[in-house]
């Protein structure tokens, strides 16, 4: 399964003051992406709707842009990568914009909800954190029981 990811909708999932940060909270959706498509192995690419300055790069995730920013231009974009591949029928759409929904779908992808794609991802992170946590807390020699 492939998997595009409408960017600012997924941020937009929580109000937690990305509004103040934009690129840093854009770094943060391809970070976790990236932690997701490692473990689980999918094929993900993210759609900005504008690069930020400097641009985000990475060697585990697509990252794509519109190639003009105005309201909207990351759904076109969306759009015509779905159009463009093959076997949109592959494909699973991350937004919750319901135009966008019926706009993929049209053409043969899935969608998605953000919001539960964002929950999705960020219980791989806390996963991550216990596991961590527990390493750092429990005694080496018992670590390897908990492991069973």
Same mark, same amino acid.
């Given at each position: 399964?492939?998997? %595009?990811?409408?960017?600012?909708?997924?941020?937009?999932?929580?109000?937690?003051?990305?509004?103040?940060?934009?690129?840093?909270?854009? #770094?943060? /959706?391809?970070?976790?992406?990236?932690?997701? +498509?490692? !473990?689980?192995?999918?094929?993900? !690419?993210?759609?900005? &709707?504008?690069?930020?300055?400097?641009?985000?790069?990475?060697? #585990? %995730?697509?990252? +794509?842009? +519109?190639?003009?920013?105005?309201?909207?231009?990351?759904?076109?974009?969306?759009?015509?990568?779905?159009?463009?591949?093959?076997?949109?029928?592959?494909?699973?759409?991350? !937004?919750?914009?319901?135009?966008?929904?019926?706009?993929?779908? &049209?053409?043969?992808?899935?969608?998605?909800?953000? +919001?539960?794609?964002?929950? @999705?991802?960020?219980?791989?992170?806390?996963?991550?954190?216990?596991?961590?946590? !527990?390493?750092?807390?429990?005694?080496?020699? /018992?670590? @390897?029981? /908990?492991?069973?």
């Amino acid at each position: 399964m492939r998997w %595009i990811v409408d960017a600012m909708n997924v941020i937009g999932t929580l109000p937690d003051c990305w509004w103040k940060d934009r690129r840093g909270a854009m #770094v943060r /959706l391809v970070d976790k992406l990236e932690r997701w +498509a490692s !473990t689980e192995g999918n094929d993900v !690419t993210v759609v900005f &709707e504008r690069p930020p300055s400097p641009p985000i790069r990475s060697s #585990v %995730i697509a990252i +794509a842009y +519109a190639p003009r920013a105005f309201p909207d231009s990351a759904d076109d974009e969306i759009v015509r990568l779905v159009q463009a591949d093959p076997e949109p029928q592959e494909i699973c759409v991350v !937004t919750s914009d319901s135009a966008l929904t019926d706009r993929v779908q &049209e053409v043969g992808a899935l969608a998605y909800s953000a +919001a539960r794609f964002r929950k @999705h991802i960020d219980s791989i992170d806390q996963d991550r954190t216990l596991s961590r946590s !527990t390493e750092d807390t429990v005694p080496e020699e /018992l670590q @390897h029981r /908990l492991m069973r």
